[in-house]
């Protein structure tokens, strides 16, 4: 009897325990952690990217931490709002609130919780402009881009800029500057606040043809559920080829801006330059092939293409 009942604990206490790991994958799933992760990366390098930053891993940490809470939440009441078109999708209906394994109020009151505590982290540990920007950028991504998604493709140009405003927020956590014709004074020398919205410019035009590629090659998905994302109301046509060309190309005197500003040196000017031209070649091709492979090499490359960007910006700080 004794073990019997000592099997039974054990039993118990297994299932427990595989319950708990499933709770935490699903708030893992419903963050999007790699996607938030991308995001707060961003964040993070063009804070470290400002003039009166040095490198502090607390600070580092800190900022992860609330960049990382803030995106979970916007993330997460985009999956509550949409549990119904994600339940439609192949690639969205294991997510935990479309496939019913987590309720919309739970999501809901773990998006409130996560972006509370987030928008508190960025102002107590940086300054109030950040939390109200990242304030800003949650209502931006949850309440207009989500449902919008459903009315007219602007929406990817409105969610351009919740996708571009990590990078003005890190810069600002540092600064606590957002008017982009200020000043900022370091050790008696003089820079202009437009670096960060330089950075923000870059992460922003970015984001069309990265996010016009993910579309085209998930069309099939995206039109069954009633999502309009491509700048064509037909779907993957030539126009939306040359909007991604139009938007690469104009990535190219954009990414001059932070040698022009003074925020970072000529040898990543020119790895901009490279990486620009790239992106420009990747989506003449989808151009001139018009298809799903070509569409999957523009989105590649623009995975690719940010860090790279980031990076070399960053290890090429001038002050």
């Known amino acids: 009897m004794i073990q019997v009942a000592t099997m039974d604990t054990n039993t118990h206490t297994d299932s427990s325990s595989l319950k708990l790991a499933g709770k935490v994958k699903d708030y893992f799933l419903l963050t999007k952690f790699t996607l938030s992760f991308t995001v707060v990366f961003s964040c993070v390098i063009c804070y470290l990217m400002a003039p009166n930053v040095v490198f502090n891993g607390l600070?580092?940490?800190?900022?992860?931490?609330?960049?990382?809470?803030?995106?979970?939440?916007?993330?997460?009441?985009?999956?509550?709002?949409?549990?119904?078109?994600?339940a439609l999708m192949k690639r969205t209906a294991k997510r935990p609130v479309a496939?019913?394994?987590?309720?919309?109020?739970?999501?809901?009151?773990?998006?409130?919780?996560t972006g509370a505590l987030g928008v508190g982290m960025m102002y107590y540990f940086f300054n109030l402009p950040s939390a109200l920007l990242s304030a800003f950028?949650?209502?931006?991504?949850?309440?207009?881009?989500?449902?919008?998604?459903?009315?007219?493709?602007?929406?990817?140009?409105?969610?351009?800029?919740?996708?571009?405003?990590?990078?003005?927020?890190?810069?600002?956590?540092?600064?606590?500057?957002?008017?982009?014709?200020?000043?900022?004074?370091?050790?008696?020398?003089?820079?202009?606040?437009?670096?960060g919205w330089a950075l923000f410019a870059i992460q922003f035009l970015w984001q069309f043809p990265h996010f016009w590629a993910i579309a085209w090659v998930a069309h099939g998905d995206?039109?069954?559920?009633?999502?309009?994302?491509?700048?064509?109301?037909?779907?993957?046509?030539?126009?939306?080829?040359?909007?991604?060309?139009?938007?690469?190309?104009?990535?190219?005197?954009?990414?001059?801006?932070?040698?022009?500003?003074?925020?970072?040196?000529?040898?990543?000017?020119?790895?901009?330059?490279?990486?620009?031209?790239?992106?420009?070649?990747?989506?003449?091709?989808?151009?001139?092939?018009?298809d799903v492979k070509a569409a999957r090499r523009v989105m590649f490359s623009s995975y690719i293409y940010l860090p790279i960007v980031l990076l070399a910006l960053l290890g090429d700080k001038v002050h």
């Open 59 to 86: 600070n580092i940490i800190l900022l992860f931490i609330a960049g990382m809470l803030v995106t979970g939440s916007a993330n997460a009441i985009n999956q509550a709002v949409e549990k119904d078109t994600d």
């Open 99 to 113: 496939s019913g394994r987590m309720s919309q109020q739970e999501a809901h009151i773990f998006a409130f919780i």
């Open 137 to 195: 950028s949650l209502f931006l991504y949850a309440f207009i881009y989500t449902p919008l998604k459903k009315v007219n493709s602007i929406a990817v140009l409105v969610g351009a800029f919740p996708g571009a405003l990590p990078c003005l927020i890190g810069w600002v956590a540092g600064t606590g500057i957002i008017d982009p014709f200020a000043d900022i004074i370091v050790n008696g020398n003089v820079f202009t606040n437009a670096g």
């Open 222 to 290: 995206y039109s069954k559920a009633g999502f309009k994302l491509l700048p064509a109301e037909k779907g993957p046509t030539k126009f939306t080829a040359m909007q991604s060309v139009m938007y690469s190309v104009l990535m190219i005197p954009v990414g001059l801006l932070p040698y022009y500003y003074g925020i970072s040196g000529s040898v990543s000017m020119w790895i901009l330059i490279a990486a620009n031209l790239f992106m420009v070649v990747q989506c003449i091709r989808l151009y001139v092939a018009m």
